[in-house]
């Protein structure tokens, strides 16, 4: 498998509420007031530089809750300057591809910034950037995660497919460039899946997605602050 450049020297957002399983089981919450209605535009936020780490990390979990959620995807490299680029030639502004594990403290509310959840030190972990195969198309993708505890045990076997995402790998650059500009080396992530599992300290977690790559990483437990016991 050849590489692209190194993709985790640019900017990386991610997308919520692109899964429609997730539009489905939250339409009673958007149906209520002051909204009445689910987001329109893309919901992005960002992994800023301090969460992002490589192929083999130990990731630091805080002891309270002493859980995160991998919500595992395929982010999109950018290549070549997208600025208001319409769907059939936003892939033409991708240079690869990255596997990403999208770590965050387990939580509901999408109508506030997640900075204290998605945000911890060492929370997304991706691969090397990747060159797909000439034939390879995101929506035909499966990815697969698989957590194993600390004593080798099989504790969560989970399948993703990116056929039923609410905007298409396409769509949501071209929606995206819409109102702001995506530079070398960013990176645009496909947003969470429904049902994404959970993790905790002592935990490997591997995803692979077939005919591109993987990525593992660990879990650890994060140091006691000083002047406190374990």
Not at 52 to 68: F, K
Not at 188 to 197: A, F, K, N, T, V
């Amino acid at each position: 498998m050849s590489h692209a450049p190194d993709a985790r020297h640019g900017t990386v957002y991610g997308a919520l509420l692109n899964e429609r399983a997730t539009l489905v089981r939250m339409a009673r919450q958007f149906g209520e007031a002051p909204y009445k209605a689910p987001p329109q535009a893309p919901v992005l936020y960002i992994k800023p530089r301090n969460t992002h780490a490589g192929d083999g990390a130990a990731v630091p979990i805080p002891r309270t809750p002493g859980v995160v959620r991998v919500d595992a995807t395929l982010g999109l490299v950018i290549g070549r300057t997208a600025w208001q680029v319409t769907p059939d030639e936003a892939m033409s502004h991708v240079s690869g591809y990255v596997i990403a594990s999208d770590l965050t403290l387990p939580y509901e509310n999408h109508y506030r910034p997640a900075i204290r959840q998605r945000c911890r030190d060492l929370f997304c972990p991706m691969s090397a950037a990747l060159t797909a195969p000439p034939r390879f198309m995101v929506s035909e993708a499966t990815l697969d995660l698989q957590i194993r505890d600390a004593r080798g045990h099989v504790s969560a076997n989970w399948r993703r497919g990116f056929a039923d995402l609410v905007r298409s790998a396409p769509r949501l650059l071209s929606d995206v460039s819409a109102f702001m500009t995506l530079t070398p080396g960013d990176v645009l992530l496909l947003g969470p899946g429904e049902d994404s599992p959970e993790a905790h300290p002592g935990d490997t977690v591997q995803i692979s997605v077939p005919g591109l790559g993987q990525l593992r990483h660990t879990l650890i437990a994060e140091a006691a602050p000083q002047g406190t016991h374990a």
